[in-house]
């Protein structure tokens, strides 16, 4: 259904729904997007779901959605939001069923030339040693007690226990651990979902990649970020599997009946939400943060996979490979976070649905490595061109709570995409990029085709040319694994 509300131009990278165009908006809506990318924005509804964000009780600023926008749960994904956190509510709608689903970078000092003729032969020790799919299970068999260590330590865990290197805590957001977990607030069937799929991609858009830093736009920071001209790239993207959806199951029936019971006003039963400052809004917000936890902490495991993979194949250690994490960022969460608002400093939880943090230079939650050139942001755009590095800049900070995208958006549904695309096809274009590519499903290659996605050069342009990041490098695919 398209939508065809009023989206005023702001400039050349910004749109607004004003604040009349909805009943019960308490702030505008803006989203970032060029006059290219307006037809097609619309062509989903999804502008509807950013105008019923600003209906949040409490939220501060304007209601927000990046160029990569596409019709979500309750929020739109790409969709940006604060509110205040001492009169502001929390909506897992927000965050996505995917608590945590995030993009890990691992850089190695190999050429493609380094590894010769076994490309093919990494992409499936890779395939073998990271299980994929729908419903894949890890190959850590833990049980409940080690379960409730990652739900409450996230990566540190996995460090600890010999999946990873303790410098890869350095270079992950939060270091791979939000404090506030607690898991009294997680149920045992989240649990039970959870404890089999440790350790594994899962299915969707999920991802493990083979890259070549392809273009180098900014040396000096590309530099620190440890990434050089023709160097090979992992890419990791995954998220907290059926536990951190069924966290998001459990208390979006809970807000459900809490917003019916105190008849809180809201467009949409999607944005079930309660103050963050209740009881059911601060149990739902630790145990978010034990999903976050979770996926961190599942990323730890691939990347330990990952470098034991290249080591078979190529006999060397992952040590003397260079294969270091570059950054680990999240693209669904709620962080507490202070920002300024009117020129006052305020406390706020920030919803990121389908977002990555951008933070500028200087911010003290950037790790000390990288905090003189802005937080990694990392990008990824459809199977076929890869992936994005980019750089936080000081327009994410007085534009967008420190915000920018998180991949290309979906520009067709998955349903669309299987109806009218082919295998044949999808395999013909990345054999024509030479291209390998490991699936597990032919419904899965399709839903992820690079024609159901959005330009990934558009959406890079927008949060660039608005301020948000800066380009660092360009990372192109050589191999694919997809669930």
């Given at each position: 259904?398209?939508?065809?509300?009023?989206?005023?131009?702001?400039?050349?990278?910004?749109?607004?729904?004003?604040?009349?165009?909805?009943?019960?908006?308490?702030?505008?809506?803006?989203?970032?997007?060029?006059?290219?990318?307006?037809?097609?924005?619309?062509?989903?509804?999804?502008?509807?779901?950013?105008?019923?964000?600003?209906?949040?009780?409490?939220?501060?600023?304007?209601?927000?959605?990046?160029?990569?926008?596409?019709?979500?749960?309750?929020?739109?994904?790409?969709?940006?939001?604060a509110v205040d956190e001492n009169s502001g509510?929390?909506?897992?709608?927000?965050?996505?069923?995917?608590?945590?689903?995030?993009?890990?970078?691992?850089?190695?000092?190999?050429?493609?030339?380094?590894?010769?003729?076994?490309?093919?032969?990494?992409?499936?020790?890779?395939?073998?040693?990271?299980?994929?799919g729908l419903g894949s299970k890890g190959l850590?068999?833990?049980?409940?007690?080690?379960?409730?260590?990652?739900?409450?330590?996230?990566?540190?865990?996995?460090?600890?226990?010999?999946?990873g290197w303790e410098r890869d805590l350095e270079?992950?957001?939060?270091?791979?651990?939000?404090?506030?977990?607690?898991?009294?607030?997680?149920?045992?069937?989240?649990?039970?979902?959870?404890?089999?799929?440790?350790?594994?991609?899962?299915?969707?858009?999920?991802?493990?990649?083979?890259?070549?830093?392809?273009?180098?736009?900014?040396?000096?920071?590309?530099?620190?970020?440890?990434?050089?001209?023709?160097?090979?790239?992992?890419?990791?993207?995954?998220?907290?599997?059926?536990?951190?959806?069924?966290?998001?199951?459990?208390?979006?029936?809970?807000?459900?009946?809490?917003?019916?019971?105190?008849?809180?006003?809201?467009?949409?039963?999607?944005?079930?939400?309660?103050?963050?400052?209740?009881?059911?809004?601060?149990?739902?917000?630790?145990?978010?943060?034990?999903?976050?936890?979770?996926?961190?902490?599942?990323?730890?495991?691939?990347?330990?996979?990952?470098?034991?993979?290249?080591?078979?194949?190529?006999?060397?250690?992952?040590?003397?490979?260079?294969?270091?994490?570059?950054?680990?960022?999240?693209?669904?969460?709620?962080?507490?976070?202070?920002?300024?608002?009117?020129?006052?400093?305020?406390?706020?939880?920030?919803?990121?649905?389908?977002?990555?943090?951008?933070?500028?230079?200087?911010?003290?939650?950037?790790?000390?490595?990288?905090?003189?050139?802005?937080?990694?942001?990392?990008?990824?755009?459809?199977?076929?061109?890869?992936?994005?590095?980019?750089?936080?800049?000081?327009?994410?900070?007085?534009?967008?709570?420190?915000?920018?995208?998180?991949?290309?958006?979906?520009?067709?549904?998955?349903?669309?995409?299987?109806?009218?695309?082919?295998?044949?096809?999808?395999?013909?274009?990345?054999?024509?990029?030479?291209?390998?590519?490991?699936?597990?499903?032919?419904?899965?290659?399709?839903?992820?085709?690079?024609?159901?996605?959005?330009?990934?050069?558009?959406?890079?342009?927008?949060?660039?040319?608005?301020?948000?990041?800066?380009?660092?490098?360009?990372?192109?695919?050589?191999?694919?694994?997809?669930?």
């Amino acid at each position: 259904m398209a939508w065809k509300g009023t989206l005023n131009r702001i400039d050349d990278n910004r749109w607004e729904i004003p604040m009349d165009e909805s009943a019960g908006m308490r702030t505008n809506a803006v989203i970032y997007a060029s006059e290219d990318m307006i037809s097609q924005i619309r062509s989903d509804n999804a502008p509807q779901q950013a105008a019923n964000v600003a209906c949040l009780p409490g939220i501060v600023g304007s209601s927000m959605a990046m160029p990569d926008i596409h019709w979500g749960y309750g929020f739109p994904i790409g969709g940006v939001a604060a509110v205040d956190e001492n009169s502001g509510s929390i909506s897992p709608g927000g965050i996505g069923f995917d608590i945590n689903c995030g993009v890990r970078l691992i850089k190695t000092d190999l050429t493609v030339d380094d590894i010769g003729g076994l490309k093919d032969a990494l992409v499936d020790e890779l395939y073998n040693n990271v299980p994929s799919g729908l419903g894949s299970k890890g190959l850590t068999k833990v049980g409940y007690k080690e379960l409730d260590e990652i739900l409450e330590r996230g990566s540190e865990w996995a460090v600890e226990n010999g999946y990873g290197w303790e410098r890869d805590l350095e270079v992950t957001e939060e270091g791979g651990h939000m404090e506030d977990a607690d898991i009294t607030t997680v149920s045992d069937k989240a649990r039970k979902r959870g404890l089999p799929q440790l350790g594994s991609l899962g299915s969707g858009n999920h991802f493990l990649e083979l890259d070549v830093v392809e273009n180098v736009f900014d040396e000096a920071t590309a530099k620190v970020f440890g990434l050089k001209e023709g160097t090979v790239t992992i890419t990791v993207h995954c998220g907290s599997r059926g536990c951190g959806h069924q966290i998001a199951t459990d208390y979006l029936q809970e807000m459900e009946r809490y917003v019916k019971k105190n008849s809180v006003s809201l467009p949409d039963r999607q944005l079930a939400c309660a103050p963050l400052d209740s009881k059911l809004g601060d149990d739902y917000y630790r145990a978010m943060c034990c999903g976050a936890n979770y996926a961190w902490a599942n990323r730890q495991m691939i990347t330990h996979w990952a470098r034991e993979s290249f080591e078979k194949i190529l006999g060397d250690s992952a040590e003397n490979m260079g294969m270091d994490v570059v950054y680990d960022v999240a693209h669904n969460i709620a962080k507490k976070e202070r920002h300024d608002i009117d020129r006052h400093h305020e406390d706020v939880l920030v919803h990121r649905k389908g977002a990555t943090r951008a933070f500028a230079p200087g911010r003290s939650e950037i790790t000390m490595r990288y905090r003189d050139v802005g937080q990694p942001v990392i990008i990824p755009g459809d199977m076929s061109v890869g992936t994005y590095v980019l750089a936080g800049r000081r327009g994410s900070m007085e534009q967008t709570f420190g915000s920018s995208c998180h991949g290309a958006g979906r520009k067709m549904s998955r349903k669309a995409a299987i109806d009218t695309l082919s295998v044949e096809g999808v395999m013909d274009q990345m054999a024509a990029r030479d291209i390998y590519l490991r699936n597990g499903s032919r419904e899965g290659v399709l839903e992820e085709a690079p024609d159901a996605y959005k330009d990934v050069d558009e959406v890079i342009k927008v949060v660039c040319d608005a301020g948000l990041t800066a380009k660092v490098a360009k990372l192109t695919p050589i191999g694919v694994i997809k669930g």
